[in-house]
């Protein structure tokens, strides 16, 4: 038996994307860090290579935090009252997206610290 879609997944797709951005602290404060990245990508002319390294990295976060979020609504739907294993996986989750943003950062510095040294570099 085959079973009908009644939702178009992007629709869907777009609905959680809704979600994340009117509810989600973290997830808007990611966006407004990679809108900061993408102008600092467009100011300091960064090469091609580094724009994609930069985009992927904004992805992984977003996406690690999406799935944090997905994970934390599970959890909550599934056992609303305050459980100890419930609890391990929403911090492992969130360790997740602390990983990836940490990374990010570290990626984002060795990236951007060249450029910026040389534009003070006048200055210094």
Known sequence: MKIKKTTNPFIAAFAGLKILFTTERNFQIHIIVAILAI????IFQVKTYEW????????????????????????????????????????IAAAAVLI????????????????????????L
């Open 52 to 91: 994609l390294i930069v985009l992927a990295m904004i992805g992984l976060v977003l996406t690690a935090e999406a799935l944090n979020t997905s994970i934390e609504y599970i959890c909550n739907h599934v056992c609303p009252d305050i459980h100890p294993t419930i609890k391990k996986i929403k911090d």
């Open 100 to 123: 990836c943003a940490i990374t990010s950062v570290i990626i984002g510095l060795i990236i951007f610290l060249p450029y910026i040294y040389n534009f003070l570099s006048p200055y």
């Open 39 to 42: 102008i600092a990508c467009i």
